[in-house]
């Protein structure tokens, strides 16, 4: 069974442009996590997806959205990029979400984005 | 609020030493625990958990945890080093019951040395 997928793996953006990153989580898996990583911050979470509705969300300014679609591909935007947003992005998937037991999380080997 | 408080940042140990990463918890609801390990420019893999039930957890690479309620705690161990376990180690508690959100500590790099 294929992993976790990001695209693309590596990203160099300029300060105010936008970028869309993509994940195709695992066949099955329903729910989709963003997160974001950095030396100083570390790993914080943006937000969570499923059945097409984001369900948490993390503490991140409104640049930052995401999306879900009905195959469970997910897609987070930021706009106006600013040179803080150079990060690691990671996504994980798993089956459903919460409801009192915890799904295991799998997660992508990331989208690298550098932001000039 | 639940937070992750991993006990230095850096650990460095011979092979065939013991490894021991330490982390502490905060949660107001029942915590479900974690160990991820990342190596260079790759994701996440989780190395064990946490949930309900026998608090001595076993995981993959030899790794295991106990969870202590009394200490707040969820030390990660190891008997012995290997040099290939050089990598970066988080910790992380479920941030609440409804989602699967994680919310993870700063992160232990560990060094292994011949």
């Known amino acids: 069974k294929a992993g976790v997928t990001q695209t693309p793996r590596y990203l160099i953006k300029t300060r105010g442009q936008q970028v869309t990153l993509s994940c195709s989580p695992i066949?099955?898996?329903?729910?989709v996590s963003w997160y974001q990583q950095t030396p100083g911050q570390g790993l914080q979470f943006l937000f969570e997806y499923f059945s097409e509705t984001q369900r948490n969300k993390g503490n991140f300014p409104g640049r930052f959205s995401g999306r879900q679609f009905s195959n469970s591909r997910s897609e987070m935007n930021v706009s106006t990029l600013e040179l803080g947003d150079s990060a690691l992005y990671l996504c994980a998937s798993s089956l459903v979400m919460g409801g009192g037991s915890y799904n295991e999380q799998f997660f992508g080997p990331g989208t690298r984005l550098t932001v000039l | 609020a639940q937070s992750v408080t991993q006990l230095g940042s850096h650990v460095s140990v011979s092979e065939g030493a013991l490894v021991l990463l330490r982390c502490n918890y905060s949660?107001?609801?029942?915590?479900?625990l974690f160990w991820y390990v990342q190596y260079p420019n790759q994701g996440l893999q989780l190395l064990l958990k946490y949930t309900t039930g026998a608090t001595l957890v076993k995981g993959i690479n030899g790794f295991e945890a106990e969870f202590k309620k009394s200490e707040t705690s969820f030390h990660l161990t190891k008997p012995s080093a290997h040099m290939s376990d050089a990598a970066e180690y988080f910790c992380a508690v479920r941030g609440n019951q409804a989602g699967t959100a994680l919310i993870f500590g700063k992160g232990t790099t560990l060094s292994v040395s011949s």
């Open positions: 066949s099955g898996h329903r729910s």
């Open positions: 949660s107001s609801v029942p915590p479900y």
